[in-house]
């Protein structure tokens, strides 16, 4: 799939632009803090309903600004096409497509972007909830009934958590529902991450295998969220009072978490700053991939900052992987990356929130 347009309006820095995009690489280039990574973001917001950076809800909207909108028309590789619209005006958001009303999660299913940005490195040395929206994002593209498992999830935990947090005593009958559906609901969510864990093992060995070699054989450990010789069901009476105590759920599909372990560094703690980036990257790729097994084609990929994230030789082994395959790829830098220089990349100058075509 590759985006053809893409139209801007209120996203922190940028004025209201329209980048015409092409096919192959394109590179926007300029100095720091002229909107560069917001263009990334804005193609991100459209596959994820969020952007990549890390406490940027509050930020998102221009200063001054009322409204913030993403627009873009989205091709895929049979040809069909298909306009996309998100905008947020206060604080909810609303999706469109063609037109018409769509649900976020329409949205989301019908553009598919991964990113490798300077902050990638959370995936693997960050908190769990960053591994979970990384495997969740992946589960939805591929199973179709995930989503609903998933959304019945967050509504039980949700209520769950009321009732323990309540000011007075709250019989017991009244949790048996909420827990009751979050047992069942967890079983299809934990069910499907294990499948998509399986299915991704083998591209992440494959590019772990090129980008960390030196780190020998690798294993996908998967934590579940509660113990795999219990019913959940079961586990929620039993930990009641504890999660009283608490005031919050503390088993659960959504305290599961994995983990990418190598035979030369076991505990994540081992690796280096450099090789948590390519890990990262390699699980980025990864994703990737199995999408375009899974649905024909491949989504788009955003790298942030290339140059200053990856030595030149990663750099040149990436974007020639990336160009092999026929990805779509948007690219970040205050220069145009070396790998890059070949004559065949499309490049466009970004300063003060506006941008031009270089030719």
Known sequence: MRLESLRIQGLRCLADITVPLSPGVTVFAGPNGAGKTSLLEAAF?????????????????????????????????????RRLGLGRQGVRWEARMDGQAVTLSELVG?????????????????????????????VFHVEHEFFLAWRRYQRALKQRNSLLRASGPVSDALFLPWEAEL?????????????????????????????????????????????????????????????LARGHTTLGSHRADWAVVFEHAPQREHLSRGQEKLTALGCVLSQAALYAERRGEWPIVCLDDLASELDKAHQAALVGQLKDVGAQVLVTGTEVPEALQDGSTHVF???????????
Do not use: N
Request: proline content about 3%.
């Open 110 to 138: 019908e553009c598919a972007v991964v990113c490798f940005e300077p902050g990638s490195h959370a995936l693997i040395a960050g908190g769990a909830e960053e591994r979970r929206r990384y495997l969740d994002w992946g």
């Open 45 to 81: 917001l459209l596959s994820h309903a969020r952007s990549f950076r890390a406490g940027a809800k509050d930020a998102l909207l221009q200063r001054g600004a009322d409204l913030l909108s993403v627009f873009a028309e989205l091709r895929h590789e049979d040809g069909q096409s």
């Open 183 to 243: 047992a069942s609901t967890a079983a299809v969510i934990d069910s499907q991450r294990r499948v998509y864990l399986s299915a991704l093992r083998p591209h992440i060995e494959q590019a772990m295998g090129a980008l960390l070699p030196e780190l020998g054989s690798l294993e996908l450990r998967y934590k579940r969220g509660w113990a795999d010789d219990a019913e959940l069901g079961d586990l929620y009476a039993a930990q009641r009072g504890r999660d």
């Open 349 to 359: 100058h970004v300063e003060q929130g506006g941008l031009r075509p270089l030719l």
